[in-house]
């Protein structure tokens, strides 16, 4: 454990406030894009799959909280220290330490573009179970890796795990989980244009079916529930 602890450590370092900056300054800064972000990630993740969006939440690796922001039970929990203090300052109901996550409490677990970044993915899932109730579901949200030539020098997206759908279901179910659906989600396209013009009920579905039709920045999209 302490070596898993110190791996840990060094890892979460390099996800410090230039990296959210960088990755995510254009959305912390816009209040109207933020917004809407929300809105388009609770109809892609929650709505279109059926899930109750009035469900109990908990966020894992939420960094700045923009895929969990429109649900309305939701707990965020990120081991980043800057991204913990955004989430403080839109008064989000924040977890600062991982061991203070409540127990067999949420209904769902949402990690999007979390466990990629994790130096040990394994036991992410396995403890995973301990924060779900009984019959409760994990909503995983991973990259699709695009750049697959030779690389000797860390990128700016320092991802340190990669899966395909065959392989993070591998990973799921050795750690106790089933999956029940898997596919592509997309980005959403002229969201904040179309956010401008039109009500947000009519230009988030939009931008989904624009963001489908053009196939705009693809994620693997995992819904699994507890093994029972």
Same mark, same amino acid.
């Given at each position: *454990?302490?070596?898993?602890?110190?791996?840990?450590?060094?890892?979460?370092?390099?996800?410090?406030?230039?990296?959210?900056?960088?990755?995510?300054? $254009?959305?912390?800064?816009?209040?109207? #894009?933020?917004?809407?972000?929300?809105?388009?990630?609770?109809? $892609?993740?929650?709505?279109?799959?059926?899930?109750?969006?009035?469900?109990?939440? @908990?966020?894992?690796?939420?960094?700045? #909280?923009?895929?969990?922001?429109?649900? =309305? +039970?939701?707990?965020?929990? +990120?081991?980043?220290?800057?991204?913990?203090?955004?989430?403080?300052?839109?008064?989000?109901?924040?977890?600062?330490?991982?061991?203070?996550?409540?127990?067999?409490?949420?209904?769902?677990?949402?990690?999007? /573009?979390?466990?990629?970044?994790? =130096?040990?993915?394994?036991?992410?899932?396995?403890?995973?179970?301990?924060?779900?109730? =009984? +019959?409760?579901?994990?909503?995983?949200?991973?990259?699709?890796?695009?750049? @697959? !030539?030779?690389?000797?020098?860390? +990128?700016?997206?320092? /991802?340190?795990?990669?899966?395909?759908?065959?392989?993070?279901?591998?990973? &799921?179910?050795?750690?106790?989980?089933?999956? &029940?659906?898997? $596919? &592509?989600?997309?980005? =959403?396209? *002229?969201?904040?244009?179309?956010?401008? %013009?039109?009500?947000?009920?009519?230009?988030?579905?939009?931008?989904? !079916?624009? #963001?489908?039709?053009? %196939?705009?920045?693809?994620? *693997?999209?995992?819904?699994?529930?507890?093994?029972?």
């Amino acid at each position: *454990m302490p070596i898993q602890s110190e791996a840990r450590r060094k890892a979460l370092s390099y996800y410090n406030e230039t990296y959210h900056l960088e990755h995510y300054g $254009s959305v912390i800064h816009d209040e109207l #894009g933020f917004r809407l972000l929300s809105l388009f990630w609770r109809y $892609s993740l929650f709505e279109r799959n059926g899930l109750q969006l009035n469900g109990k939440v @908990l966020d894992f690796g939420c960094g700045v #909280g923009q895929v969990s922001a429109a649900l =309305p +039970d939701t707990v965020c929990f +990120d081991f980043s220290l800057f991204a913990q203090k955004e989430l403080t300052k839109r008064n989000r109901v924040v977890v600062e330490k991982r061991e203070d996550i409540p127990r067999h409490a949420f209904q769902y677990i949402l990690s999007s /573009h979390c466990l990629e970044h994790s =130096p040990a993915p394994y036991q992410d899932l396995q403890e995973f179970h301990e924060y779900v109730l =009984p +019959d409760g579901y994990l909503v995983l949200v991973l990259p699709v890796e695009v750049e @697959l !030539r030779p690389a000797l020098q860390s +990128d700016w997206n320092l /991802h340190l795990q990669a899966w395909t759908f065959q392989t993070i279901t591998n990973l &799921l179910v050795s750690t106790g989980w089933t999956p &029940l659906s898997q $596919s &592509l989600v997309y980005g =959403p396209y *002229m969201l904040r244009t179309l956010g401008r %013009r039109l009500s947000a009920n009519h230009a988030v579905p939009i931008a989904y !079916r624009l #963001g489908r039709l053009i %196939r705009a920045n693809p994620s *693997m999209l995992t819904i699994a529930r507890a093994a029972q």
